[in-house]
């Protein structure tokens, strides 16, 4: 045999260090261009004034929050074309704060990316956060990445947003997508 372990049979090794830089690496591979950002610090049109709350904010001194009444958080919605000129093989990163005052054990809790032609979607991403660890009273950063396989037409529309079916109570900020180009690119 060629490799032993050297740790006891009933002990697991931590990987994370090993995990984080092998995503490190690949980070390198390519570069991040801000497509859409939103701190919640104005108004925009569509958004009900209520949901801007003073009592937390990751950043300035507002943010968005989740309760009773909203089931959606507000979308940010990009257009193909404004990405990339490549129609295949792009990958999208949104990132949120979040802050959730109780825990997140009953109610599912979704981040959604969405491809849509003409508001049909025909690639749909959504990430459970039930499978992340929140801790309660805490600001915690959370990233998702999308490959968008293949983008029909420029015209269509990139939409991220969280859904909450279940209306529960949470603070979102500094809601964030970037595409991550490759740093070389062999296939348009």
Same mark, same amino acid.
């Given at each position: 045999?060629l490799?032993?372990?050297? @740790? ?5 090794a931590?990987?994370?260090a ?7 690496e690949? +980070? %390198?591979?390519y570069?991040?261009?801000?497509l859409?950002?939103?701190?919640f610090?104005?108004q925009?049109r569509?958004?009900d004034s209520?949901?801007?709350s003073?009592e *937390?904010?990751?950043?300035? &001194?507002? &943010?968005?929050?989740?309760y %009773?009444?909203?089931?959606f958080?507000?979308g940010? +919605? ?7 000129? @490549? %129609? ?5 990163r949104?990132?949120?704060f979040?802050?959730f005052?109780? &825990?997140l054990?009953?109610?599912q ?6 491809l849509e032609?003409?508001? *049909?979607p025909? *690639?749909?991403?959504?990430?459970? @956060?039930?499978d992340?660890k929140f ?14 396989k +293949?983008i ?6 990139v ?8 209306k %529960?109570k949470?603070?979102l900020d500094?809601f964030?997508?970037e595409a ?9």
């Amino acid at each position: 045999m060629l490799f032993r372990s050297v @740790l006891p049979q009933n002990e697991k090794a931590d990987n994370f260090a090993l995990m984080d830089s092998i995503a490190a690496e690949k +980070e %390198k591979a390519y570069r991040h261009k801000i497509l859409l950002f939103y701190d919640f610090e104005n108004q925009r049109r569509g958004i009900d004034s209520l949901n801007l709350s003073r009592e *937390q904010a990751y950043s300035g &001194s507002r &943010s968005f929050k989740m309760y %009773k009444k909203t089931e959606f958080s507000p979308g940010l +919605e990009i257009k193909c074309s404004a990405i990339s000129s @490549l %129609k295949k093989n792009i990958r999208i990163r949104a990132s949120a704060f979040l802050f959730f005052p109780d &825990s997140l054990q009953s109610g599912q809790v979704l981040f959604v990316v969405s491809l849509e032609e003409k508001n *049909q979607p025909y *690639q749909y991403e959504a990430m459970s @956060l039930n499978d992340i660890k929140f801790n309660v009273n805490q600001w915690t950063k959370v990233s998702f990445t999308v490959h968008l396989k +293949e983008i029909k037409s420029y015209n269509d529309i990139v939409k991220v947003y969280l859904w909450d079916p279940g209306k %529960k109570k949470f603070y979102l900020d500094d809601f964030k997508v970037e595409a991550l180009i490759p740093n070389m690119t062999y296939d348009k």
